[in-house]
């Protein structure tokens, strides 16, 4: 039975928020030993972005130390980049993390990511509650994830819960290891580690947040819908930067979308849209401006419906146009899980599914991969790692050519 974990060790963390206490959180950071234990809390659910609002930090001899970043980012940057910088990180769920504190100029020198090492070792539950239990026999006391983290102050019980999210963290990561390297994993997992890190490092450039992807944009395919719900998206992100709120709270996406694939004519038709807020007239006053303001604009200015052109892979909702297609990708998938099964992997994580799109449609619509050194320089040119083309080329071969 796993022991319960209800609080830190040593109390609850003081709440740091000052630039002198960020120079002693550093200073304290740089004394202690091995690697650190980080990971945020963030309000995407209520803000306006994914910035942290939380970050919390463990090594030891250092223990577990809570910063306050907001408002503060250029302090939190001075004083802990020179020394997070050049750390060993580990964090739960890599991906989620390293943007909002590559915000703030922190970056790792190397990693290892717990969520991600259970996946490849084969566990079933991999989020942190569980692999702390299942790994280490502690259960950890949680509840907060989705509370509104730019609430001040903050409340004890969810700085408890914060704390306790990096109080096993490296305990964990050193189970981890043990366990992918006596299952001949490790490298598997160290290439997936440096990989996250080029992704996410100071020199990659993330790509900006625009109408076109919006899920369910795929399906407006005439030029004054994809013009509406253009113009829609634009106010919906310069409302909800002004509010500094979530865009979901200005508008849904999916009423957004609505709106735009049935062109109301008038505020009346406008209310009657699932999702939109048809009671309030100021709501149904700006938005039908909005949609009357796209419909006017000169059509030459409408966005155009994407072609399959050459660089453009469709996705999979839109391979039933391309039977061929969909029937060798659903071959391609059926023999790959048998892969995963034997070798204890998830599937998505052997080749990611716009990965092996990509590679159905170059083979089979397009006819550019024709041997396998075809295969392994596309699957080279879309980021797969030398674990992931070793297990996925056999089948692709023999599925596909």
């Known amino acids: ?51 942290a609002f939380l970050i919390q930090l463990r090594r030891r001899d250092t223990g577990t130390l809570l910063l306050d970043p907001e408002g503060r980012h250029d302090e939190i940057r001075e004083a802990l980049a020179p020394v997070l910088n050049d750390m060993t990180w580990v964090i739960h769920a890599a991906p ?7 915000q703030l100029g ?31 026999g502690y259960s950890l006391s949680k509840g907060h994830g989705r509370e509104d983290w730019s609430t001040r102050p903050l409340p004890v019980d969810w700085l408890n819960y914060a704390a306790l999210d990096v109080e096993l963290l490296n305990e964990l990561a050193e189970a981890m290891a043990e366990i992918l390297d006596a299952g001949g994993k490790l490298d598997w997992a160290v290439q997936e580690f440096h990989h996250i890190r080029r992704v996410h490092g100071p020199r990659a450039t993330p790509a900006p947040s625009t109408w076109t992807g919006a899920k369910g944009i795929n399906g407006l395919t005439r030029p004054e819908q994809r013009a509406v719900a253009r113009e829609l998206w634009m106010e919906r992100d310069r409302i909800a930067r002004q509010r500094d709120c979530a865009v979901h709270r200005v508008l849904k996406t999916r009423t957004m979308i609505e709106i735009a ?24 006053a700006r938005w039908m401006s909005v949609v009357d303001k796209a419909r006017r604009s000169p059509r030459s200015s409408w966005p155009t419906v994407p072609r399959n052109g050459a660089e453009h892979v469709p996705g999979r909702s839109a391979l039933s146009s391309y039977p061929e ?23 998505e994580n052997i080749l990611a599914p716009a990965t092996l799109r990509s590679v159905v449609w170059n083979t089979v619509e397009k006819g550019r991969i024709r041997s396998v050194g075809d ?18 080329l056999p089948v692709l071969s023999r599925e596909l050519l």
């Not at 996946?119 to 702390?132: K, P, S, W, Y």
């Not at 939109?276 to 007239?281: I, K, T």
């Open 1 to 51: 039975m796993a022991v319960p974990l209800t609080s830190p060790t040593g109390g609850t963390p003081v709440l740091i928020d000052s630039v002198r206490g960020f120079s002693a959180a550093a200073s304290a950071l740089a004394a202690g030993r091995g690697p650190v234990a980080v990971d945020t809390e963030r309000a995407s659910g209520y803000r306006y972005d994914e910035r």
């Open 96 to 102: 989620s993390d390293l943007p909002c504190l590559g």
């Open 106 to 136: 922190l970056y790792p020198a190397d990693l290892f990511d717990t969520e991600l090492a259970g996946r490849i070792a084969g566990m079933e539950r991999v989020n942190l509650a569980a692999m702390v239990e299942d790994v280490l």
């Open 261 to 284: 694939r049935r062109l109301p004519d008038s505020s009346r038709e406008l209310a009657t849209i699932s999702g939109f807020p048809g009671r309030d007239e100021r709501a149904r």
């Open 325 to 347: 297609v969909k029937a060798s990708l659903s071959r391609v998938r059926d023999a790959l899980t048998e892969v995963s099964v034997d070798v204890r992997v998830p599937v």
């Open 375 to 392: 295969l392994i320089g596309h699957l080279e040119n879309c980021g797969a790692r030398s674990w992931q083309i070793g297990l996925s």
